[in-house]
């Protein structure tokens, strides 16, 4: 095997078991996370602080500014370079996040889909002036059922591409990712956290966001969005945790009413994020909240990379 992949839905405990195994393992952590990549989301994205990365060695952290976008494809990229220095070193690269959309584009290689046609995405985008963006995604929802349970009805780029990839091409986005074959021949030891009571899973996001608060998430926000560039409909700013606050900040809602809304997202994140795990057999899927479930893994680990230097010790 070549790199382990852990991922999860948010709140399941990915980065503790990474960190434990890094302190067992001659491991380097690889973020696969949308929003760890962007300098300054720091509290509300969970990102290790500077201490925790100086003793234990993390990568595609703070690699964009907010004003910068960051796609699919820069990330697989990135990540098999960092892949390829882990193991130049003699240690094992241990790709951890809840970014499905990267760990699908570095598994399975990227699409490759039809160019995009501006003036196809100017009728997709005068079509949602009129009905919002719910009705286009319910549109989705009809021609790609698979897509639409991914995508988040208010996520307006990607449901767009979506649209736009089918009406060029007659396929859906779910067909054209399918069909796709990644070319670097890595092996993968795939492991996805999937609890099985969701009602832990909820209250551990709720506590999550609060300890989130408490760190400064506020401040956090306010200090970005005070940036040259960055407004709340700023691609980076859509993040989970950060826009329900900007909405606050800007006098939208109450702080309890954004929240709320905050917890919520976080849920139905969770949700998007195990649609994509179980429509994915390629998975070993594990209950990390299960007594020594941490333990049986990493035993499971060892007879996958048997030959890895100073395994069981740091």
């Known amino acids: 095997m070549d790199a382990i992949l852990l991922c999860g839905p948010t709140a399941s405990g990915k980065s503790d078991w990474a960190l434990a195994l890094a302190e067992r393992w001659p491991v380097e952590i690889i973020s696969v996370d949308a929003t760890q990549v962007y300098r300054g989301f720091d509290i509300g994205s969970a990102k290790p602080d500077k201490t925790l990365q100086a003793r234990i060695p993390h990568h595609l952290l703070d690699l964009r500014d907010p004003q910068q976008g960051y796609s699919a494809g820069e990330f697989v990229t990135d990540a098999l370079a960092a892949i390829a220095a882990v193991r130049g070193r003699g240690a094992v690269p241990l790709l951890v996040g809840g970014t499905m959309l ?122 970005l969005l005070a940036l040259p560039g960055i407004h709340r409909e700023s691609p980076a700013m859509r993040a989970v945790g950060y826009r329900q606050l900007a909405a606050h900040l800007s006098g939208e809602c109450s702080l309890n009413e954004a929240v709320d809304r905050a917890v919520a997202a976080t849920r139905q994140l969770a949700k998007r994020q195990l649609t994509w795990i179980n429509a994915d057999p390629g998975w070993q899927k594990v209950d990390p909240f299960q007594p020594r479930a941490w333990e049986a893994w990493v035993a499971t680990l060892q007879t996958d990379f048997q030959t890895v230097p100073g395994a069981g010790q740091r």
């Not at 639409?148 to 779910?174: C, K, Y």
């Not at 832990?200 to 306010?222: C, K, N, P, S, T």
């Open 102 to 223: 990267y760990f699908n584009a570095l598994v399975r290689g990227l699409a490759r889909l039809p160019s995009a046609d501006p003036q196809l995405r100017a009728a997709i985008d005068a079509r949602a002036a009129r009905s919002g963006w719910a009705a286009l995604h319910a549109e989705l929802q009809a021609i790609d059922p698979e897509a639409a349970a991914r995508i988040h009805p208010n996520d307006p780029q990607r449901i767009q591409r979506a649209l736009e990839v089918f009406e060029l091409s007659g396929r859906t986005i779910t067909a054209w990712q399918r069909d796709t074959r990644p070319e670097h021949g890595l092996r993968w030891s795939r492991w996805a956290l999937v609890p099985a009571d969701r009602a832990v899973l909820h209250a551990r996001i709720a506590q999550r966001y609060a300890r989130m608060l408490e760190a400064g998430l506020i401040a956090e926000v306010r200090q």
